[in-house]
């Protein structure tokens, strides 16, 4: 399967964004969806993360801020990101997995870039 994220850009703080990751295939009701960050010299982290039952995580530092979701009928889950941060800037990527199917995909990053 195929994932392809989009809805980057610059902005400002306090600002908001959402990302979008649509998938070739219908996969999302199912298996697990997460969006991942990594900023420059830094690791790439698990943002936030959605499971097959609707069951959402989220970091700490973006807890009350961020909104992971999906629409299965458009195959598609999002980010929304609230009240951005400085720190909040990233190359942002979503990914998906399933641990029966083995499946594994990632999408191509998209960056977000918050300006103080």
């Known amino acids: 399967v195929q994932l392809q994220a989009s809805g980057g850009g610059l902005v400002q703080a306090g600002e908001s964004l959402r990302l979008s990751c649509a998938a070739s295939g219908s996969i999302f009701s199912v298996g697990t969806s997460g969006w991942y960050r990594q900023a420059p010299g830094k690791q790439r982290e698990l943002v936030a993360a959605?499971?097959?039952?609707?069951?959402?995580e989220y970091v700490d530092s973006v807890k009350g801020r961020f909104t992971i979701s999906r629409d299965n009928a458009k195959n598609t889950v999002y980010l929304q990101m609230n009240s951005l941060k400085p720190e909040d800037t990233s190359v942002y990527y979503c990914?998906?997995?399933?641990?029966?199917?083995?499946?594994?995909?990632w999408g191509k990053g998209t960056l977000v870039t918050v300006s103080s």
């Open positions: 959605i499971i097959s039952s609707g069951m959402t």
């Open positions: 990914r998906y997995g399933d641990c029966e199917t083995g499946m594994d995909s």
